[in-house]
């Protein structure tokens, strides 16, 4: 079952061979203000991490010293430049039996996100999907066309980490436009994903040194080591047998159905869409919103079909590896890990998996 | 003293006291412990007690999913007793419902807490077992107590709100905050109710400062500050400042500190005829 | 002449029934003066004030808020209002704490017998407020909703 993905991955990703050949140049650390400032020039909104007390977070940027490398992981994803947290889809006003309706326009702001992680980026394309489904997503859709990403490979990784188990890798390119890979204390190799990061290097002119020596892959990349956790093959059979079973209930007991892991996600995508407003006016806006909580299903009625954690809990796993990827193709997590960092009770996803992978191996055991 | 409790543990289940421990087990990583709930005598040694036992699991009390395993003994902190205190006070649970496994402490997480550092409840004050050497509570004064407050409450109107602002617009309304809190436990928060919209849910500076303020204020004179909302903000918003601030208001003016004494009336619930009301016209 | 001396503000009243909305009718049949920019919202009791209602009034746009019932020991509920003082007793201070100044909530205790009292709270209410000038800080922070200006789309 997993050959088809695989089969469709590698369909895809031939198309983007044939397509379009990689150009591969050498990006100066020295150079980021340059960087920075030409992207500003161009009438760029730089994103990148920041150091914000204890977080390190995504977030506009001015200049390269506002720029912080040395982390893992940013606590904030990638999804809020696209999805983000809140917005007003659209205001109407009531006037005399008169409905006026006003859109947003200018949402989509030409963006570099600069210096996010692969499993970041590599969700952007597993999202596109869903977005561009039944009902096409202008707000992602123009934003996503407005932007460019420019990806830091992980030279480091923690214990949360597992891109590996999931058909990633710390070096992957899979939604990036450029992607830098640390080559020395103060050098990236910067190789060119897609035709908009092609323009997007040779835009900015001289920022880019060209790789003179013509072996690039004689460079010693900086690549972290990424232990894979479980056979993400094994996964989805298991869940194809066991929407009952007690395993939901024994790991999910210490959730407290808090939706932190929901709203770090950058492959999480449930929103709410509610009015606010007076009697006569008002804005509709998009909030995020997530499984895990128990309002999530809740009928009119007051009958709730996900009544207890383990329900949601199961409700987050199926989603992302079993109908997501009957529907899409696609498995609806890159692991980053955050959704287990953040976690109030340690609820760790990959542990989870591991468990279901194992099972998978061993002869079923229900309730 | 692992070894203590789960003797204790093992006990207590042998012996049908209670059908489950709320405890603390090995976490993901070392410098990590997570909430586990043991059923069976056998698998006592899943429990374990060190400074990262950061967790109130007295939180566990409010979840129908723990709930249903039974009658619990939690392992708890003297800060986390606290909790009971007010449960119990506030009629969602009866004493005899929790046999409490209390554990004397020096100090939780690293760095340690800030609430670790102005302690007076390193032995709990309302334990069944007390598992550890006894450490004597020394009394704290008030200002001491408060002291991380001051910095905040010297500030001028503007910076104070310029302040907040910038906490407050962190915030990406996940409610994790009050998810963790023991004492949150209403089944449907004011913040879920849409008839009407009293806290836009919309996480835009105006949401977040009406949910911010009225989560803070619906815990004056009932947080216990185990800081728990602020350890699991995943916006690093320092919620205890609010709440601390309320603690400090309470106490300053009703004499009362959430639960210390299980025969103090609930500062919220009562009143005196001569309390402060000099900001009335 | 300036900005400062043409603003009007916005000062919403929460008012007990029994006490000090009979004081301000009071005013009213008395016919005392006071100045207009007040709003009134007559409830049955201060104990039935929630401290939303007054974060629901700056987002509606008030400037200041004025939160009024019975003396102590009048109450016709006979202790509402002693419950209430404790919640401002806290409330008042968070707010501070956050940084909304405090002259921009008052209270007072206005007996039904009290018209002129009213009068006198009233005027010295908006005219405080009218020295602070409008709550910037609130405008700001209701971009999004239904009294922002549509010009003010909040993208991120
Ligand atoms: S962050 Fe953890 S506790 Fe919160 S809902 Fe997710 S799994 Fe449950
Ligand atoms: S489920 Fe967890 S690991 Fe997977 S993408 Fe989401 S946050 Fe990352
Ligand atoms: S506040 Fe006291 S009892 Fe609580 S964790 Fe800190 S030292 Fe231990
Ligand atoms: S936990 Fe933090 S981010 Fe989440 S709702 Fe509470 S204050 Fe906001
Ligand atoms: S408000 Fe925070 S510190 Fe207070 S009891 Fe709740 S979780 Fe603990």
């Known amino acids: 079952m997993r050959t088809w993905r695989l089969c469709g991955e590698l369909f895809l990703f031939q198309l983007v061979l044939v397509r379009y050949s990689i150009v591969e140049k050498i990006l100066k650390k020295e150079k980021f203000n340059s960087l920075i400032t030409g992207l500003k020039d161009q009438g760029y909104k730089t994103i990148a991490p920041k150091k914000d007390n204890n977080l390190i977070m995504l977030d506009e940027v001015q200049s390269a010293d506002e720029i912080h490398l040395d982390h893992v992981q940013t606590n904030n994803s990638i999804k809020e430049f696209f999805l983000p947290k809140t917005e007003k889809i659209l205001s109407y006003r009531m006037e005399k039996n008169k409905v006026s309706i006003e859109e947003p326009e200018g949402f989509a702001v030409k963006t570099v996100i600069f210096g996010s992680r692969p499993c970041d980026a590599a969700s952007l394309p597993v999202m596109d999907k869903v977005f561009n489904w039944d009902c096409t997503d202008k707000f992602w859709i123009q934003r996503r066309e407005a932007s460019a990403i420019v990806t830091i490979a992980c030279d480091k990784c923690d214990n949360y980490c597992f891109c590996t188990s999931v058909g990633l890798a710390p070096d992957s390119k899979e939604g990036s436009d450029v992607l830098l890979t640390r080559i020395s204390d103060d050098e990236y190799l910067a190789e060119t994903v897609t035709e908009k990061g092609e323009k997007l290097v040779e835009s900015l002119g001289t920022v880019f040194t060209p790789a003179d020596n013509p072996g690039t892959e004689t460079l010693n990349r900086q690549v972290a080591t990424v232990e894979k956790k479980f056979e993400i093959e094994k996964v989805k059979p298991w869940l194809d047998e066991n929407f009952v079973h007690k395993v939901w209930a024994e790991f999910s007991t210490k959730c407290i159905g808090c939706g932190a892991c929901t709203f770090v996600c950058p492959t999480c995508h449930c929103f709410d869409i509610v009015d606010e407003c007076t009697m006569s006016k008002g804005d509709r806006v998009k909030n995020w919103d997530g499984c895990q909580f128990k309002m999530f299903t809740l009928h009119t009625s007051g009958h709730n079909p996900r009544s207890t954690q383990d329900q949601r809990w199961r409700q987050r796993i199926m989603h992302k590896f079993k109908y997501y990827v009957e529907k899409f193709d696609s498995i609806l997590c890159v692991g980053c890990g955050r959704c287990s960092r953040v976690c109030p009770a340690d609820m760790n996803i990959s542990e989870m998996l591991e468990i279901i992978a194992t099972e998978n191996s061993q002869t079923g055991d229900k309730e | 003293m692992i070894e203590a409790l789960r003797k204790k543990a093992e006990e207590l289940l042998r012996s049908n006291t209670v059908n489950v421990i709320y405890g603390y087990g090995e976490g993901s990583t070392p410098e990590r412990t997570r909430p586990v709930f043991i059923t069976k005598p056998e698998d006592v040694s899943k429990l374990t007690w060190n400074k990262y036992c950061v967790y109130n699991l007295t939180t566990y009390l409010k979840r129908r999913e723990s709930r249903k395993l039974g009658k619990p003994a939690i392992v708890v902190k003297g800060c986390d007793a606290k909790t009971i205190v007010v449960l119990i006070k506030e009629s969602q649970i009866k004493r005899e419902d929790v046999y409490i496994l209390g554990v004397t402490c020096n100090g939780v997480g690293e760095p340690m807490a800030t609430k670790c550092k102005a302690c007076d409840v390193h032995t709990p004050r309302i334990y069944d077992e007390l598992i550890g050497e006894k450490i004597e509570n020394k009394e704290i004064p008030f200002e001491e107590r408060y002291a991380e407050l001051e910095q905040y409450e010297k500030l001028s109107e503007k910076e104070k709100w310029d302040f907040w602002q910038k906490q407050f617009a962190k915030c990406i309304k996940c409610y994790a905050c009050s998810s963790i809190c023991p004492l949150c436990f209403c089944d449907r928060c004011i913040v879920d109710k849409n008839q009407p919209q009293w806290i836009d849910p919309s996480a835009h500076p105006r949401g977040n400062l009406s949910w911010n303020v009225t989560r803070a204020y619906h815990l004056a004179g009932r947080c216990i500050n185990c800081e728990e909302c602020q350890r699991v903000c995943p916006a690093d918003i320092p919620l205890n400042l609010l709440n601390k601030k309320l603690a400090k208001e309470t106490e300053k003016n009703f004499k009362y500190r959430a639960g210390y004494n299980i025969d103090d009336e609930l500062a919220m619930a009562t009143y005196k005829e001569d309390d402060n009301q000099d900001f009335f016209k | ?156």
């Open chain 3, 1 to 156: 002449m300036s900005e400062k001396t043409k603003f009007e503000p916005r000062i919403v009243a929460f008012l007990c029934n029994w006490c000090t909305y009979a004081g301000a009718d009071l005013a009213g049949t008395g016919r005392k003066q006071y100045q207009a920019n007040v709003r009134v919202i007559k409830l049955p009791c201060t104990g039935g004030i929630d401290p939303l209602f007054l974060i629901k009034a700056f987002e509606r746009g008030a400037d200041g808020i004025l939160v009024s019932g019975c003396h102590p020991g009048d109450c016709h509920y006979n202790s509402g209002n002693y419950h209430a003082r404790r919640r401002w007793n806290v409330f008042r201070p968070l707010l501070e704490f956050c940084g909304i100044n405090p002259e921009r909530i008052q209270f007072s205790w206005i007996s039904a017998a009290e018209g002129g009292k009213w009068v006198e709270t009233i005027n010295g209410v908006v005219n405080a407020v009218r020295a602070l000038g409008p709550f910037e800080g609130y405008k700001k922070i209701n971009a999004i909703g239904p009294d922002a200006p549509s010009e003010s789309f909040v993208t991120n």
